[in-house]
Each structure stands twice: as C-alpha cells, then as structure tokens.
C-alpha cells in the first residue's frame, strides 16, 4: 500500500513537472523580446513581443471590445499585464486587418513588413526607400521604454523605431518635433474613435513659426495653444503643478525643435490626445492597476484658441461664463461682434508712447512674434522694441534668465487670456495721447513702465524746421523762384493737416548751366522715363537732375505724383528731392547727387562686383529693406513703390543705398491692402504675378521684388535674362532647385564667400528669405517689418514654397520698364487708383 501511494505521488509530480515545463514552452513561444528575419510574429498564434522588463507589450488587438461590434484587428504596443489594455501605438492605425490572419516581418533590410492572408502588405515601416541596402542580421526588439526598434547587426544604430511615429500618446523620452532644414514633423494625432485608430481630425504639434510653441489642432484650426516655453513651463499651461516627478525638455537649436518629458520616479506616465480633441496626462505605480489623471486640458472655454478677438484678454471666474475685456486704450472694432476684436482708439506715431506691464497673463500667439536670442535683460528688450515703431510688445522669452532672450510681436495680439495666478508678464505699447485715470493706473495686474517723451521725434521736427528754414534761405541766394505750388494734402495725412509745404522750383536757365547743357558727358544714365545728367549749383553743391522725356510714358501726372511723395518723404534710405523745373513742356526732378551710381553698375559687372565683399552687401540689403519698411509702414502715408530694382537704388559717397524713382509709386489708406489697375506699370523680373497678370498690386508685391533684388545682390545675376546650362529657369527658378537640391550656397558669387562660418550661416539666412518674399501668393510672403527682423536676428525662418515665376517667359530679354499693359486682367478694377494732382 506505501508502495503504491509513493507510486501515485511520483506519477502526480512528474505530470506536474511535464506540464509546468509545456507551459513554459508554451509561454516562450508566445512571447519573445526580439524578431529576426525569417522569424513571424503571428496573430493567429497570440504571438507578442515583450520588453526586457515586461512593461511594454506588442501585439495584435481590436479596439473597443468592451462595449463595440469591431472585429478590425491592428498591430501595437500597450502595457503589459494590465488590467485594461491601453494602447500607446499602433503600426497599421490606417489599414486594418479584417481578421487574425496577420503576420509581421523583419526583412533582411531591416524593414517591417505586416501582410495579411493573401500575403498582402497591409503596412510597412519602409519611408518609400525601395533600395535600402541590406544590413547585417537586423533585429527588432521593444525597449523598456516602449519603444519598437530595428538595430543592426552591429548594434552601432537605430535603422528605424515608432518612437519617430507617434500615435494619439506621448510616452517619456518620445519627442514632438519640428525640423527647420527638412521641414519634417513628428506629432500626436487622436484616434477617430475609440473603436478606430485611424487618425482623427486633432492634431499636438510644434507650431515652428514665429518662437516656437506647441499647439493642438482641430484639422486646420487651432483649438488650444499650450504655448512657448518660458524656462518653467509652457506659457498656455501655468496652472500645471510643480513636482519632482517630471523632468520637462524643450530644445530648439539651429536645425530642429523638439519637447519630450522623463519621469524622475517609478511612475509610468502617458500623454494622451484622445478623440474628442482632449489632453489627458496619466501616471501610475508599477504595483497599482488603477490610472490617475494629473492634468487635462482645454481646461475651460478661455484656453480655447481665440476664444476673444485679437487684443482682449479672455477672463473666467468660477461659475460665470467668461469675459472678453480690450486692452487698456483700445475699444472694440463691432459691440456686436467681439469676435472682430479690438482697435486702438489712438493711433501709434511713434512719439510720446510708452509700455503698460500686463502681468499674469497668457502670452499672445508666438507665431507672429520674433525671438532676439542676444538680447540678455528686459531693459534692453524694452529699449530695442522701443526703437522699431512697428514693435507692438514685448516679453521675457525666459523667466528662468538661464538663456536670456526676447519676444517682440509686431502685428496683432492674439489668444490672451488673464490668470489668477501664474502667467506671465507683457509689455504693451500704448499711446500717451490716452491720458490714464488714476484708478486705471492703480489697478491691479497692469503697471505703468515707461512714459517716452520722444527726444528724438522732437529734435527731428525742430531739425526739419530749422533746415527748411536755411533751406528756404539758401534758395533765394541761388536765383530759384520761390513759387510754391504743391500743397500737403491733409487727406493723406494722419492728423488730418492741411498744412503748407513749400517746393521751390529752380528755372531752366540754372538747370542748363549746372549740366553743361546736359552735355554727353554729364549723362548718368537712363531712367524709366528719361535720361538723368550730373550737375553741378553756383555754389558747388553736386547734383543729378532726372529730366522727362517729351516721348516717354509719364506726363505730368506722374510727375507731380512723384514730387508729391518724395517731398513728403524723410529717410536716410530713400533719395533726397532738392527740387523741381517746370517750364513749358519740360520737367525735371533735381536730387542729391549720388557719386557710386546705381546698384546695377556694380552687381552685374564682374569686375566691379570684387569691390562689393559681403559685408557691403549685407549692409546694402538692410539698408534696402529700412527704406521699403518706411514707406510701407513707418511714414506718415503707406506707400506702394511698384518698381523696385537694382537700378533704382543708387549709393552715396558711403556706398549707402537710397531708393528713387517714384515716379509708379501709389499712395493706399490707412485701412487699404491691395489695389487693382488696368494700367501695369514697372519692370519685367521684378514684377510679382499677380501684379504682372491681373494688375493687382500690394505691399505684398513690393516684397516680391524685394526678394528678387536680394537674390540678384547675393548671385551678382539678373532674374531676367538669367541662363544656365542644365536648365532654362530664370534666377528664382534657379535658386528654388538649389534650395530643393540642399545646395543653396552654390547660388552665392564666388567673391563674397569665405571661411567664416558665420558669414556662410548669414548668406544662407538672406538666400531663404529671398526665397520666403518670392513666395507665389502674397498672403505666404512676409511684411516688410518681418523681412528687417528676420535679416537682422537670429529667429527661427519658415520653409519657403515655390516662388511666383518660377520659369523664364517669353518676354524681351533686356530689362526694360513698361506702361502697356501686356497682362490685361479679365476682371472689372475694384478700385481705381488716380494719381495725386498738384492744387
């Protein structure tokens, strides 16, 4: 009887044996920690991949089985062992299997195949690289982290990992990245449903533009912007709790930008977009099963994007709907309609203004703002905004000062809201003609910072005074008859004036002797609408006098219109109007002389060109680019000059550029962005489509030929007439191939390239916003006061697109403007535009 039960004890223990070690075998089968080539990972088989320390789990699954009818199978990773499967990727998001037939392979190549029953690919981890050499013994795993990876056989990198395709969820050490040179994204996209992985209409990126900032969005519409980093947090996210838990990043150097987070503890974390557009951050011990949300946001209808119009702060206070407030010395644009936003009762001028400190508040939107990573302190930061009339505000870029930096925003102040608490300081800039109440100036939350008495406004109108004074003096001694016959037109004029401005015209007899007669050897040159000679006064002042030819295309329209605008016009970068002739039929226009000539002379003659080294060029871009902002924006009228080119800008004694010839420039009002005439005037090249097609002209149109007469300064080569023996592009199409290609620097003239990296780095700055003001449709190319900041900072540059032109047309070769109009549009004038008569 022992002998039995010993027996029966033996054979019990041996079946337990056998079958503990079969489910081993089992177990081992089922799941492994790595994949090589020839091996499958097989639905059918509950086959799964596990990480190293069982964290991680890759599989197949359906969705939704707790409470759908979905029999859709996918591929992905979710936490091992838990309770609920929660999924933090899925491979074939966009192609699902229909049934467990699915199978995943690793090719010698290194690329992941997933084929369904018909040994159809359904997805692949292949970017379209068909002829990706073959690697030694390749080898999928799942690292701890969650990350699905294919290393080489020699482990020396990573051939591919999902970590670079995100799903819905952010795991620690994954990255929302944005690259400036490939213009690549890495981002979360929400599942369409819970039952459907396929990608839904939200979106979490990094929004490039502008100081970079994470966004979330509902397809092309901003939904909640989280904001730029300001050294602590994100500045949409102040309320979000400080602790020792998770370390947050956000890098941004000279080729991408990137955020990611790590936990400090244990924890196990994820950041979720799910499919309702919402951003839940979840955490839980590894002994634990249950999950527990830290943060979720939108939080309320203030953080939504816009939620007010440009310039209000959106204000919530508990259990009230919330409140869209103007800021200080603004008003709303419709009562009705606070969506409209809100307009400044005062106009800036430029004088007498100074910063209202908002503090607590969300940032406006960064992507039209511009980042000064030289600048250290907020004083500084103060003073250079203050120095750009077109600088609306400012703010510290880093309130930690690890890394210093300023943000400028020079167009509209948008999606702002006011915290109780957190939040963030901004400086607006507002009008001194608005005198402050005592309680406005004592409430909470804004604080007074500088009152401006402009010293410089001043000195300048008491400096204008007193040249037009010696000015007047002086042409009396020198015979001219003091006629004054053009009168300020106080319809153009911002405080609405009608205040006199004498022009004195000087006879033609003074005319004919400081030209010698306009003698052959005192001609210039030729201008659009006739020649233009050297002179030279009694008094030994040099002068050039641009005569109108009795045959060309402008009358005396024209010619009063350009008087009109130059006289009103004061800049160091545009040419000075010392007077005019009129005398019968002939008129002339009598400049300061400009001893180096045009531009033209020396950027399109080889040897002339060596003289011009980068510095020079540089210098004359920006000096270029301060004129045009002037007359866009800065000057007491906005003023369209439709034919800006190398000849048109002419060089002082100290090679710096003046712009002239306004003989085609157009005046538009205050609240005018684009015009339409029958009449297109200007010069082939240089003309931006839509102005060269359908007559349609802007600021926007002064920026193309901007952009073009850059890349002509950094080519030394015309746009038009340019050839070049791989191809029949113009110099636009030209740059764009190279640009395309990764080889921009090959467009740079030999002679103004050297070893300095910095001025590699500054040359291949300007080719791309030549590129971005070249742009096809206007609304993509920058304004004038972006282009003078983009060129004179280090912030972070756009992906430009194909430019307008982008081939050579059959149009004559030699450069030559143009009255006719040769692109006659189809459609009636929505605005006639009329010149400016003399009254």
Same mark, same amino acid.
């Given at each position: 009887?022992?002998?039995?039960?010993?027996?029966?004890?033996?054979?019990? &223990?041996?079946?337990?044996?056998?079958?503990?070690?079969?489910?081993?075998?089992?177990?081992?089968?089922?799941?492994?920690?790595?994949?090589?080539?020839?091996?499958?990972?097989?639905?059918?088989?509950?086959?799964?991949?596990?990480?190293?320390?069982?964290?991680?789990?890759?599989?197949?699954?359906?969705?939704?089985?707790?409470?759908?009818?979905?029999?859709?199978?996918?591929?992905?990773?979710?936490?091992?062992?838990?309770?609920?499967?929660?999924?933090?990727?899925?491979?074939? %998001?966009?192609?699902?299997?229909?049934?467990?037939?699915?199978?995943?392979?690793?090719?010698?190549?290194?690329?992941?195949?997933?084929?369904?029953?018909?040994?159809?690919?359904?997805?692949?981890?292949?970017?379209? +690289?068909?002829?990706?050499?073959?690697?030694?013994?390749? &080898?999928?795993?799942?690292?701890?982290?969650?990350?699905?990876?294919?290393?080489?056989?020699?482990?020396?990198?990573?051939?591919?990992?999902?970590?670079?395709?995100?799903?819905?969820?952010?795991?620690?050490?994954?990255?929302?990245?944005?690259?400036?040179?490939?213009?690549?994204?890495?981002?979360?996209?929400?599942?369409?449903?819970?039952?459907?992985?396929?990608?839904?209409?939200?979106?979490?990126?990094?929004?490039?533009?502008?100081?970079?900032?994470?966004?979330?969005?509902?397809?092309?519409?901003?939904?909640?912007?989280?904001?730029?980093?300001?050294?602590?947090?994100?500045?949409?996210?102040?309320?979000?709790?400080?602790?020792?838990?998770?370390?947050?990043?956000?890098?941004?150097?000279?080729?991408?930008?990137?955020?990611?987070?790590?936990?400090?503890?244990?924890?196990?974390?994820?950041?979720?977009? #799910?499919?309702?557009?919402?951003?839940?951050?979840?955490?839980?011990?590894?002994?634990?099963?249950?999950?527990?949300?830290?943060?979720?946001?939108?939080?309320?209808?203030?953080?939504?994007?816009?939620?007010?119009?440009?310039?209000?702060?959106?204000?919530?206070?508990?259990?009230?709907?919330?409140?869209?407030?103007?800021?200080?010395?603004?008003?709303?644009?419709?009562?009705? +309609?606070?969506?409209?936003?809100?307009? %400044?009762?005062?106009?800036? #001028?430029?004088?007498?203004?100074?910063?209202?400190?908002?503090?607590?508040?969300?940032?406006?939107? &960064?992507?039209?703002?511009?980042?000064?990573?030289?600048?250290?302190?907020?004083?500084?930061?103060?003073?250079?905004?203050?120095?750009?009339?077109?600088?609306?505000?400012?703010?510290?870029?880093?309130?930690?000062?690890?890394?210093?930096?300023?943000?400028?925003?020079?167009?509209?102040?948008?999606?702002?809201?006011?915290?109780?608490?957190?939040?963030?300081?901004?400086?607006?800039?507002?009008?001194?003609?608005?005198?402050?109440?005592?309680?406005?100036?004592?409430?909470?939350?804004?604080?007074?910072?500088?009152?401006?008495?402009?010293?410089?406004?001043?000195?300048?109108?008491?400096?204008?005074?007193?040249?037009?004074?010696?000015?007047?003096?002086?042409?009396?001694?020198?015979?001219?008859?003091?006629?004054?016959?053009?009168?300020?037109?106080?319809?153009?004029?911002?405080?609405?004036?009608?205040?006199?401005?004498?022009?004195?015209?000087?006879?033609?007899?003074?005319?004919?002797?400081?030209?010698?007669?306009?003698?052959?050897? #005192?001609?210039?040159?030729?201008?659009?609408?006739?020649?233009?000679?050297?002179?030279?006064?009694?008094?030994?002042?040099?002068?050039?006098?641009?005569?109108?030819?009795?045959?060309?295309?402008?009358?005396?329209?024209?010619?009063?219109?350009?008087?009109?605008?130059?006289?009103?016009?004061?800049?160091? #970068?545009?040419?000075?109007?010392?007077?005019?002739?009129?005398?019968?039929?002939?008129?002339?226009?009598?400049?300061?002389?400009?001893?180096?000539?045009?531009?033209?002379?020396?950027?399109?003659?080889?040897?002339?060109?060596?003289?011009?080294?980068?510095?020079?060029?540089?210098?004359?871009?920006?000096?270029?680019?301060?004129?045009?902002?002037?007359?866009?924006?800065?000057?007491?009228?906005?003023? !369209?000059?439709?034919?800006?080119?190398?000849?048109?800008?002419?060089?002082?004694?100290?090679?710096?550029?003046?712009?002239?010839?306004?003989?085609?420039?157009? !005046?538009?009002?205050?609240?005018?962005?684009?015009?339409?005439?029958?009449?297109?005037?200007?010069?082939?090249?240089?003309?931006?489509?839509?102005?060269?097609?359908?007559?349609?002209?802007?600021?926007?149109?002064?920026?193309?030929?901007?952009?073009?007469?850059?890349?002509?300064?950094?080519?030394?080569?015309?746009?038009?007439?340019?050839?070049?023996?791989?191809? +029949?592009?113009?110099?636009?199409?030209?740059?764009?191939?190279?640009?395309?290609?990764?080889?921009?620097?090959?467009?740079?003239?030999?002679?103004?390239?050297?070893?300095?990296?910095?001025?590699?780095?500054?040359?291949? %700055?300007?080719?791309?916003?030549?590129?971005?003001?070249?742009?096809?449709?206007?609304?993509?190319?920058?304004?004038?006061?972006?282009?003078?900041?983009?060129?004179?900072?280090?912030?972070?540059?756009?992906?430009?697109?194909?430019?307008?032109?982008?081939?050579?047309?059959?149009?004559?070769?030699?450069?030559?403007?143009?009255?006719?109009?040769?692109?006659?549009?189809?459609?009636?004038?929505?605005?006639?535009?009329?010149?400016?008569?003399?009254?």
């Amino acid at each position: 009887m022992a002998k039995t039960t010993l027996s029966f004890k033996r054979r019990v &223990t041996l079946h337990f044996c056998f079958f503990l070690f079969a489910l081993i075998l089992v177990t081992s089968e089922n799941s492994s920690t790595v994949l090589i080539p020839g091996q499958f990972l097989r639905d059918s088989q509950n086959q799964t991949l596990v990480s190293p320390d069982k964290t991680f789990e890759l599989g197949f699954f359906t969705p939704g089985t707790a409470g759908g009818s979905s029999n859709n199978r996918y591929l992905g990773i979710w936490y091992h062992n838990a309770p609920a499967k929660e999924v933090v990727w899925v491979a074939n %998001r966009n192609a699902s299997l229909s049934d467990t037939s699915g199978a995943l392979s690793l090719s010698p190549t290194g690329i992941l195949v997933l084929l369904n029953n018909q040994n159809k690919t359904i997805w692949t981890s292949n970017n379209g +690289n068909p002829s990706q050499a073959a690697t030694p013994n390749p &080898t999928l795993q799942l690292l701890d982290s969650g990350n699905l990876v294919v290393i080489d056989g020699n482990r020396v990198g990573i051939l591919w990992q999902s970590f670079d395709h995100p799903s819905n969820t952010l795991l620690p050490g994954m990255k929302i990245r944005s690259n400036f040179a490939t213009g690549k994204q890495t981002f979360l996209t929400s599942w369409k449903t819970d039952q459907d992985p396929d990608e839904g209409r939200f979106s979490m990126s990094i929004d490039p533009r502008g100081y970079p900032q994470l966004i979330l969005k509902n397809g092309e519409e901003n939904r909640y912007r989280l904001g730029s980093w300001n050294g602590k947090y994100f500045t949409g996210t102040p309320l979000l709790p400080e602790n020792n838990i998770f370390e947050y990043e956000f890098v941004m150097n000279k080729t991408d930008v990137y955020y990611t987070y790590n936990v400090k503890s244990a924890l196990l974390s994820r950041l979720v977009l #799910n499919q309702t557009g919402f951003l839940q951050r979840y955490a839980r011990s590894q002994g634990r099963s249950e999950w527990t949300s830290l943060y979720g946001a939108p939080m309320d209808q203030c953080d939504l994007y816009g939620n007010c119009g440009a310039h209000m702060t959106c204000n919530m206070e508990e259990n009230s709907p919330p409140t869209c407030d103007c800021l200080d010395e603004f008003e709303l644009i419709d009562p009705e +309609n606070q969506s409209k936003g809100c307009a %400044r009762k005062v106009p800036l #001028n430029c004088e007498n203004e100074y910063f209202w400190n908002y503090t607590r508040v969300k940032l406006p939107d &960064t992507s039209t703002s511009s980042w000064f990573s030289e600048i250290r302190s907020l004083g500084e930061c103060q003073e250079v905004c203050l120095r750009n009339c077109s600088c609306m505000a400012y703010a510290d870029a880093d309130i930690t000062k690890a890394d210093g930096g300023c943000l400028m925003w020079f167009g509209e102040l948008v999606d702002m809201r006011q915290y109780d608490s957190g939040g963030q300081e901004l400086f607006v800039r507002l009008s001194a003609a608005v005198p402050k109440s005592p309680a406005t100036l004592n409430s909470g939350g804004k604080n007074l910072v500088a009152i401006v008495a402009s010293s410089v406004g001043l000195a300048g109108l008491a400096g204008t005074v007193l040249v037009l004074v010696l000015w007047h003096r002086r042409q009396r001694s020198l015979g001219m008859r003091g006629a004054s016959i053009f009168r300020r037109d106080g319809g153009n004029e911002e405080g609405g004036e009608d205040s006199e401005m004498e022009l004195h015209i000087f006879d033609r007899a003074t005319m004919v002797k400081a030209t010698d007669n306009f003698s052959t050897e #005192n001609k210039l040159g030729q201008g659009g609408y006739g020649p233009v000679y050297k002179g030279t006064l009694a008094d030994g002042q040099e002068i050039a006098v641009k005569t109108l030819s009795k045959s060309s295309g402008q009358g005396t329209t024209e010619f009063k219109n350009e008087v009109v605008l130059i006289a009103k016009l004061q800049h160091r #970068n545009l040419v000075k109007l010392l007077g005019c002739c009129i005398e019968g039929d002939e008129k002339m226009l009598i400049y300061e002389f400009m001893p180096n000539k045009s531009l033209d002379f020396f950027i399109f003659d080889k040897t002339k060109s060596k003289s011009l080294d980068w510095n020079m060029r540089i210098a004359i871009v920006n000096g270029i680019a301060r004129g045009l902002l002037y007359l866009h924006q800065d000057s007491r009228l906005r003023i !369209i000059h439709r034919d800006l080119k190398a000849s048109n800008v002419l060089l002082d004694k100290d090679m710096n550029p003046k712009i002239s010839d306004f003989g085609m420039a157009r !005046i538009f009002g205050g609240d005018q962005i684009e015009a339409n005439t029958s009449k297109v005037v200007g010069t082939y090249g240089y003309m931006s489509p839509e102005y060269a097609i359908d007559g349609l002209f802007s600021m926007k149109s002064d920026v193309f030929s901007f952009g073009v007469l850059l890349l002509e300064i950094i080519s030394g080569k015309r746009n038009r007439g340019f050839s070049h023996q791989d191809h +029949n592009l113009n110099l636009l199409g030209h740059a764009w191939r190279l640009w395309i290609e990764g080889k921009p620097i090959e467009l740079v003239e030999e002679e103004i390239v050297d070893d300095e990296l910095s001025t590699t780095t500054q040359v291949l %700055r300007c080719i791309q916003v030549g590129l971005l003001c070249v742009q096809q449709r206007p609304d993509d190319r920058p304004s004038m006061s972006s282009v003078v900041v983009m060129l004179t900072s280090e912030t972070l540059l756009p992906q430009p697109k194909q430019p307008g032109f982008f081939t050579e047309r059959n149009l004559p070769d030699s450069e030559s403007s143009t009255s006719d109009n040769k692109h006659n549009s189809a459609s009636v004038n929505e605005v006639t535009i009329s010149l400016l008569d003399a009254r």
